[in-house]
């Protein structure tokens, strides 16, 4: 069967909960008059069991597992291997460098040349190692082979195993990032030439750089090495990742008829890395402000702060766990609950769970695990959000809906939802405090400033209400997405090759 959309989905729905997942979710159950199918990039060894109800518009899953080829595909000669990784190598090179659309074409003509391929050609080969080393030897020389090797072997086998991916039928296709989910639609565009849609939640080239930039395996001990003459040692691997990651984003803002994303900075940084603004545009996240809104606040016990969101440490959990000792001087009898699943990264919330120990903050700090949200909106006063990257959260907005102010990072469209957009009319005011990355001790004032300081406090609340109410209804994101999938549909063969700088009629 045919669907009308296919959703490319990277380690997220059905598979991981989270705000990603969440929204995928909900336009799954606002579009039932439409047909999906899911293309589901996971992890090695990710999770297989989905977390969630999947509609019954859904059609279609397809299971990606990245890196992972058949172990043995077409069987071929010696002189054909040779053929193939020789012709392969420097396309990919480019499209770890500076990547076009013709590269990837090329690189897809020639694989389709010999059939369907495995791990027996394309990285357990000599022929493959071969080409690993001359790739080494020209551009990262002076790195460590060891980590360069398993690098390449994340990101090209990352690449073969997109190449290598079914695709599921369906009038259009819609990538919910860049990354290899980007490069998986810029495939398809190439094959098919069907319609695409780009969703960027969050900016997936930033979230890399910080993941990358904490990688202790990716450190360059060249840089401590004075035998190496730096100015010929100036890339390093996490360049080799970043580089790889930021071409594949500007591959996916080519073959996507459009680019959406969720606020006006995030359009900026999209521009920045090479989407052309004309195909830009920009859908807030909505909730369902009417079945949080008539929640009622407890007005009794403890005051209690709430952290909704997964246990890593891209949320940089360890800034709130630090911020109570500072909370805990002026308000004592204050709770911080932190919800959210803890199995993603079970190192991380180890180390977490010592931090409080050391901190005696036992009873102070409580982990509980992943929840139902709306059954503690109205328990808590205040939200907080120690993120080093966020896009939109829709826990800010879900909270407000409630009236609880929130605490966050000046990081996505935090600052946006607690202080509103430059159009709003009227101002509202704050609704919460933008606090820096990693300050706790500007966390821990941020929350008792908000605990004891009641006519700020009010304030505060009543301004986020009234702004989700007025900007960020759920209705407003289906109907604009509900607009863009009727274009799409209606739209015959695009052939990126020749339209990649397109420009699209005024209307739509």
């Known amino acids: ?6 959703l490319v989905l990277e380690g997220t729905y059905p598979y991981v909960s989270g705000g990603v997942s969440g929204w995928t979710h909900d336009l799954l159950i606002e579009q039932s008059h439409r047909t999906f199918a899911l293309l589901c990039l996971r992890a090695p060894n990710g999770p297989t069991e989905p977390v969630y109800d999947v509609p019954d518009n859904v059609v279609e899953i397809v299971n990606v597992e990245l890196q992972k080829l058949p172990i043995k595909g077409t069987k071929l000669k010696k002189e054909q291997r040779r053929s193939l990784i020789k012709q392969l190598k420097e396309p990919i090179i480019k499209l770890q460098t500076d990547p076009t659309l013709e590269d990837l074409q090329y690189i897809l003509d020639i694989s389709q040349q010999y059939g369907r391929l495995g791990q027996d050609v394309l990285i357990n080969s000599t022929e493959a190692f071969d080409m ?3 790739m080494y030897t020209e551009t990262l020389p002076f790195t460590s082979f060891l980590d360069y090797f398993w690098s390449w072997r ?9 190449l290598e991916a079914p695709i599921p039928e369906a ?5 919910l990032c860049t990354g290899f989910a ?3 639609l810029c495939k398809t565009s190439l094959i098919t030439k069907k319609p695409c849609l780009l969703t960027e939640h969050g900016i997936y080239t930033n979230e890399r750089r910080i993941e990358i930039g904490t990688a202790d395996w990716l450190d360059d001990e060249q840089s401590l090495n004075f035998n190496t003459d730096q100015r010929v040692a100036s890339k390093s691997l996490r360049d080799f990742w970043i580089d790889s990651f930021t071409g594949y984003s500007k591959l996916t803002y080519q073959v996507a008829q459009w680019s959406v994303t969720l606020y006006e900075g995030n359009k900026e940084l999209q ?19 009417d079945s949080y809104s008539h929640l009622v606040r407890k007005n009794s016990g403890p005051p209690v702060i709430g952290f909704i969101g997964r246990v890593v440490p891209i949320k ?3 800034t709130l766990i630090r911020a109570a000792n500072f909370l805990v001087e002026t308000v004592p009898e204050a709770m911080i609950y932190i919800m ?3 199995s993603e990264d079970e190192d991380y919330y180890r180390e977490c769970t010592e931090l409080v120990d050391h901190g005696n903050l036992q009873n102070t700090v409580k982990f509980l695990g992943k929840v139902n949200i709306k059954a503690y909106l109205d328990k808590i006063d205040v939200l907080v959000l120690t993120s080093l990257s966020e896009a939109q959260p829709l826990v800010i907005l879900e909270a407000g809906a409630v009236g609880v102010p929130s605490i966050a990072t000046d990081v996505g469209s935090c600052s946006e939802l607690i202080f509103g957009r430059e159009d709003e009319e009227p101002q509202l005011g704050p609704g919460g405090i933008i606090c820096p990355l990693a300050s706790p001790s500007a966390v821990g004032e941020a929350m008792a400033k908000l605990l004891t300081d009641r006519i700020y406090y009010e304030r505060c609340s009543q301004a986020i209400k009234t702004r989700v109410d007025s900007y960020y209804r759920k209705e407003m994101q289906n109907r604009d997405y509900d607009d863009l999938y009727d274009r799409l549909l209606a739209l015959e063969e695009v052939d990126v090759l020749k339209h990649s700088g397109m420009r699209l009629p005024e209307e739509l």
């Open 340 to 342: 959210g699943p803890t």
């Open 271 to 289: 521009i920045e890395d090479g989407a052309d603004p004309d195909r830009l545009r920009i859908i807030p996240n909505g909730i369902d402000f």
């Open 182 to 184: 980007g490069l998986y």
């Open 316 to 318: 940089d959990i360890k």
């Open 154 to 162: 994340s990101l090209v086998g990352g690449l073969f195993s997109i």
């Open 1 to 6: 069967m045919t669907a009308d959309v296919c």
């Open 171 to 175: 009038r259009c296709y819609h990538a």
């Open 132 to 134: 690993l080393v001359s």
